[in-house]
């Protein structure tokens, strides 16, 4: 991924994102939004249908990143895919990166796991 061409946008709050959200996706000028919601974790149903709306018109997806507890409901039904993670330490320089997919619209509940090393440099 090229680092210089990459847009950060600072809101101060959750409304604030989704409006952001919702400009972006209407450019066209994107393929792929992560909006980070922290811990405010909810955004009204219309706020999502109308981002889904945009989204599959401007061929955009666009990721919601929450901290939820595992478990926990995602942010409504338009959600087509939620998902958790977790790491382990393996040893020092290993972990066991496992993401667990407990909703997907189109496949179903999956579960991936790999071993994860630190980059040279950092082991």
């Known amino acids: 991924m090229d680092l210089a061409s990459l847009v950060v946008v600072r809101v101060p709050d959750t409304m604030a994102a989704a409006r952001s959200a919702d400009r972006l996706t209407r450019s066209g000028a994107f393929g792929l939004l992560i909006v980070d919601l922290q811990d405010a974790a909810a955004l009204p149903l219309h706020v999502l249908a109308r981002l889904a709306g ?36 393996l040893a020092a320089d290993a972990f066991v990166c496992t993401l667990r997919v ?6 179903g509940p999956w579960t991936v796991e790999e071993v994860c090393r630190g980059p040279a440099g950092l082991r």
């Open 54 to 89: 945009l989204a599959q018109h401007h061929h955009t997806a666009i990721v919601f990143v929450t901290q939820k507890a595992p478990g926990a409901p995602s942010l409504g039904s338009l959600i087509a895919l939620h998902g958790s993670t977790t790491r382990a330490r």
């Open 102 to 107: 407990g909703k997907d619209k189109r496949r």
